[in-house]
């Protein structure tokens, strides 16, 4: 028998993690909020997806405390809502761009990468590592930029 089946492991935090957010809706959802979207119909655009999937996935985010609403109206408008990535939102992105690191290595883009995720004193590429050491000097989200790369591609 693999050691493997020794253990009862659905407590392990990898799976948590997929549980949240595994599938590809809610992952693009969050991918489209780091890119600076936060109105229903705005991601509704951008994902192409039915709008029930969308809400289903917008309220599963916000109920596990990924992101949260807040209300806007534009003038002569009903209020609705945008939906903010909170600080676990934020600290899940890091993961996202280990799984696009993880993509350009394996199956890199014709034109390069879409975008680009930088350190902006140096302009030199952050990346997503493993360490071992107490002493690496980690980035944050605010220690980054992400801009369009080579291989993004202007609509219309």
């Known amino acids: 028998m693999h050691p493997r089946f020794q253990y009862d492991l659905d407590d392990c935090a990898i799976l948590g993690a997929i549980e949240t957010v595994g599938d590809g809706w809610t992952l693009k959802i969050l991918r ?15 994902l192409g ?16 405390g990924l992101m949260e609403r807040q209300a806007y ?11 903010h990535l909170t600080d676990m939102g934020w ?16 199956a890199p883009q014709a034109g390069g ?15 997503v590592v493993l360490t071992a ?8 989200m605010e220690d980054v930029r992400i ?5 993004a591609r202007r609509i219309g």
């Not at 489209?32 to 951008?46: P, S």
């Not at 109206?73 to 939906?83: I, M, T, V």
């Not at 600290?91 to 394996?106: F, K, T, Y």
């Open 133 to 140: 050491d107490p002493k690496a000097a980690a980035l944050s």
């Open 73 to 83: 109206a534009e003038p002569g408008q009903r209020p609705r809502a945008e939906y």
């Open 32 to 46: 489209e909020a780091v890119y600076g979207l936060r109105r229903f119909d705005d991601f509704a655009r951008a």
């Open 91 to 106: 600290d899940a992105v890091p993961a996202l761009l280990a799984l696009g690191q993880w993509r350009e290595r394996w």
């Open 49 to 64: 997806c039915g709008r029930g999937v969308l809400s289903d996935r917008l309220k599963k985010l916000t109920a596990a």
């Open 113 to 127: 990468p879409a975008i680009r995720v930088t350190e902006p004193n140096s302009g030199r590429p952050a990346r």
């Open 147 to 151: 801009s369009l790369g080579p291989g």
